[in-house]
């Protein structure tokens, strides 16, 4: 149901909406490929894993070590 009591016709709806460019076709098949250099992709970095406290912490004594 609509505001105006009337019920919503929904081909109607979409019609509308890709009228104005809100909804468009689906695209074909699509191949996404990134450029990334052999040893990032075979070697983990060094990554910071913290819980929420040790976060806190790490970003109070940033933001202490700023201020000198």
């Known amino acids: 149901m609509t505001t105006s009591g009337q019920p919503l016709d929904m081909n109607e ?4 909406l ?3 460019g809100y909804l468009v076709q689906e695209p074909g098949e ?3 490929s990134t450029n990334v250099d052999p040893e990032m992709r075979t070697m983990a970095g060094s ?3 913290a ?3 040790c976060l806190f ?3 109070r004594h940033r933001g202490r ?3 000198l």
């Open 18 to 20: 890709a009228d104005i």
């Open 13 to 16: 709806y979409k019609s509308f």
């Open 57 to 59: 912490e790490l970003n």
């Open 51 to 53: 819980d929420r406290q």
């Open 47 to 49: 990554q910071l894993v």
């Open 65 to 67: 070590w700023g201020s």
């Open 30 to 32: 699509f191949k996404i």
